[in-house]
């Protein structure tokens, strides 16, 4: 069973166009995150959510915007799309203290044409 | 704030040589410290981590890592390299106060050659 998952795994679409990322979790986790890796793989938190309510928002652009329906799901739709969101996306999931780890997706790799 | 420094962006490695990754933490608190891997083009595995229990954390595929805080640092460490080693490494410390969150280092690409 995988523990986190993510759709689509390869994203490519025009700029301007809107999209959006899916992120199940079957942990029973509270609280999940979306990371963007650049070109560099450097790795930068995005948002987090603790049982449906946003408690990280890390000054992303207005034109991304997470969704919690549940505490399994947490869903990243991008408005207007530019170049630069071309990018590997990953969520994840974890218990919520410092020492528990995260469990990662395997990634959505979103290029922007 | 929280921050970690991975010393070494490329670390190449003999295969049946030590492997040796480092990184260097700050906090003002005691921290959480993680080791991820992640294969090309596949997600990040957790190898190890480090909660102020035993310094010297053993870990998944042969890989340790010891906490110093004399010296800041949380390097990780392999006795012998294996092919299937060859990643990207990260470094992680976790913020411990009010919401918690990751800090990446900036990653070592582990290369093993044969």
């Known amino acids: 069973d995988t523990a986190v998952s993510q759709t689509p795994k390869y994203l490519v679409t025009q700029m301007g166009n809107d999209k959006s990322i899916k992120c199940e979790q079957n942990?029973?986790?509270?609280?999940m995150y979306w990371y963007k890796q650049d070109s560099k793989k450097f790795l930068k938190i995005m948002f987090s959510y603790n049982n449906k309510e946003l408690i990280i928002n890390e000054t992303v652009p207005n034109r991304f915007s997470p969704k919690s329906p549940d505490k399994a799901h947490l869903n990243l739709h991008i408005n207007s799309l530019e170049l630069g969101d071309s990018a590997v996306y990953f969520c994840?999931?974890?218990?919520?203290?410092?020492?528990?780890?995260?469990?990662f997706g395997p990634g959505t790799r979103l290029t922007v044409l | 704030a929280q921050s970690v420094t991975q010393l070494d962006s490329h670390v190449s490695v003999s295969e049946g040589t030590p492997v040796l990754l480092r990184c260097n933490y700050s906090?003002?608190?005691?921290?959480?410290l993680f080791w991820y891997v992640q294969h090309p083009n596949k997600g990040l595995q957790l190898l190890l981590k480090?909660?102020?229990?035993?310094?010297l954390v053993k870990g998944i595929n042969g890989f340790e890592a010891e906490f110093k805080k004399s010296e800041t640092s949380f390097h990780l460490t392999k006795p012998s390299a294996h092919m299937s080693d060859a990643a990207e490494y990260f470094c992680?410390?976790?913020?411990?106060?009010?919401?918690?969150?990751?800090?990446f280092g900036t990653g070592t690409r582990l290369k093993v050659l044969a």
């Open positions: 906090s003002s608190y005691s921290p959480s």
């Open positions: 942990l029973g986790h509270d609280t």
């Open positions: 994840a999931s974890s218990l919520p203290s410092a020492g528990d780890e995260q469990f």
């Open positions: 480090y909660t102020s229990a035993a310094t």
């Open positions: 992680v410390v976790s913020t411990t106060s009010g919401t918690y969150k990751y800090i």
